[in-house]
């Protein structure tokens, strides 16, 4: 966990993917980010969008360093709900990591 929260300090955030080309970074791959809030957080007044956003951009940016990346643009933010996993409001994040 500590290595994560290191790297995950050193992350380049890109505002788009033409400031990512610019700054000489190359493209490895999309990635994405899934935040879930069960029953039980929605009703309990758990339910903060701006944090169940912060949550999925969170797994996107772990998800950016599994694959080596220490950088990335957050392309598509979406709430959705589903059954899947048991979540009652979901957002996922998609976007593109990169390596300079």
């Known amino acids: 966990m500590f290595t994560y929260e290191f790297e995950k300090q050193r992350l380049q955030e890109f505002i788009s993917e033409q ?19 069960g029953e039980r957080s929605v009703q309990s007044g758990g339910y903060n969008p701006t944090e169940v956003n912060s949550i999925a951009i969170e ?5 950016v360093v599994n694959r080596g990346g220490n950088g990335y643009w957050v392309e598509s933010c979406k709430d959705f709900t589903s059954d899947y996993q048991n ?3 979901a957002t996922v994040c998609k976007g593109k990591a990169y390596s300079y």
Do not use: R
């Not at 797994?59 to 998800?63: I, P, R, S, T």
């Open 59 to 63: 797994q996107l940016k772990l998800e």
């Open 87 to 89: 979540c009652d409001v």
């Open 19 to 37: 400031q990512a080309i610019e700054s000489g970074a190359y493209y490895i791959g999309e990635v994405e980010g899934l935040s879930c809030l």
